[in-house]
């Protein structure tokens, strides 16, 4: 179970860099992120999940800054 879900956190890291759309890297290198702390945390790798942790907070404080700009183009 825990390869799989490697391979699953490695298909979506890699699915994440096909978009030339910054706001879909970011959410889906997020859900990426979410995949491997679990992953880490299944197999006892800490740096693995330390890694991950501090790659989200990047994104949530990318998605924070940026909520206005997001928010418009939603609504557009």
């Known amino acids: 179970m825990n390869e799989f879900i490697g ?4 298909a979506v890291t890699m699915l994440s860099f096909l978009s030339h ?8 290198n997020f ?6 702390v ?3 945390y299944l197999s006892h ?6 890694t991950n942790v ?5 994104h949530i404080y990318w998605f924070y800054k940026n909520f206005n700009k997001l928010k418009q183009k939603i609504h557009q």
Not at 7 to 10: Q, V
Not at 45 to 50: C, F, L, S
Request: proline content about 3%; glycine content about 4%; overall charge positive.
């Open 21 to 28: 759309k910054m706001l879909f890297l970011r959410v889906v």
């Open 31 to 36: 859900i990426a992120c979410l995949i491997w």
């Open 45 to 50: 790798m800490n740096p693995v999940i330390v």
């Open 7 to 10: 391979w699953s956190a490695t």
């Open 38 to 40: 679990v992953y880490g």
């Open 54 to 58: 501090v790659i989200a907070c990047i």
